[in-house]
């Protein structure tokens, strides 16, 4: 079944605690993003990739990290978070970016304490 | 600075009733506009408008890109309780970023 997966689906950490929330898609798609969700602020998108070993900054990047290492794969790295990172996240991906539409992930539900 | 806005940001109807859900966007290099309904959790896809499609029709659902205006609209008649939802638009505009509006949360009585 063709589909983006993320894990953890719920998350409950503390304030510094370095965590890492996985995405994973089996279409072999070029593109893949990061997004969160907050009430009233819609959804934003956080970083992107185009291809492998690339990526770029998207809205709200501050205190994340990704990386791109293969094509499947594009883990969204909170190195300390903090609580104004509590947010519900989504991954996303698409073959290719102009005219490709995107396939989100079940979401990751995060809370910083 | 780019931006997409949806109006209204909330709407509840009774079933039956025909909804209209306004997008609008000032993007940089437009390329694609697209309509997603997010019911529990992951936003799932409804239509892509391009400059060489602007209307696009699924059953009770229907949308029209206004490029003069710069504006979509998102048709759903006779609804039904299953379209509660909050229904996203979003624009592929410069640097290949794709803007999302806030939503329209759609709320459909019995």
């Known amino acids: 079944e063709a589909q983006v997966t993320q894990n953890p689906r719920y998350l409950i950490t503390v304030t510094g605690k370095k965590l890492t929330v996985t995405c994973s898609q089996n279409?072999?798609?070029?593109?893949m993003s990061w997004y969160r969700q907050d009430p009233g602020l819609g959804l934003r998108q956080i970083y992107y990739s185009m291809n492998v070993e690339v990526t770029d900054k998207g809205d709200v990047p501050e205190g994340y990290k990704v990386s791109r290492k293969e094509k499947r794969n594009f883990p969204l790295i909170l190195e300390s978070p903090s609580p104004n990172q509590t947010s519900l996240y989504f991954c996303a991906s698409s073959f290719n970016l102009y005219g490709g539409k995107l396939f989100f992930g079940s979401g990751t539900q995060l809370s910083v304490l | 600075e780019d931006k997409v806005v949806q109006s209204p940001l909330s709407l509840v109807v009774h079933e039956g009733d025909t909804v209209t859900l306004n997008c609008s966007y000032e993007v940089t290099n437009f390329r694609s506009l697209l309509w997603y309904k997010q019911e529990k959790k992951a936003p799932t896809f409804l239509f892509m408008l391009?400059?060489?499609?602007i209307e696009k029709k699924s059953g009770r659902l229907s949308s029209i890109l206004d490029k003069k205006e710069l504006s979509s609209i998102l048709n759903i008649t006779a609804t039904q309780t299953g379209d509660s939802a909050i229904y996203l638009c979003a624009v592929e505009g410069r640097d290949d970023k794709i803007i999302f509006g806030k939503g329209t949360r759609l709320h459909i009585l019995p």
């Open positions: 279409m072999n798609h070029e593109y």
């Open positions: 391009t400059s060489s499609g």
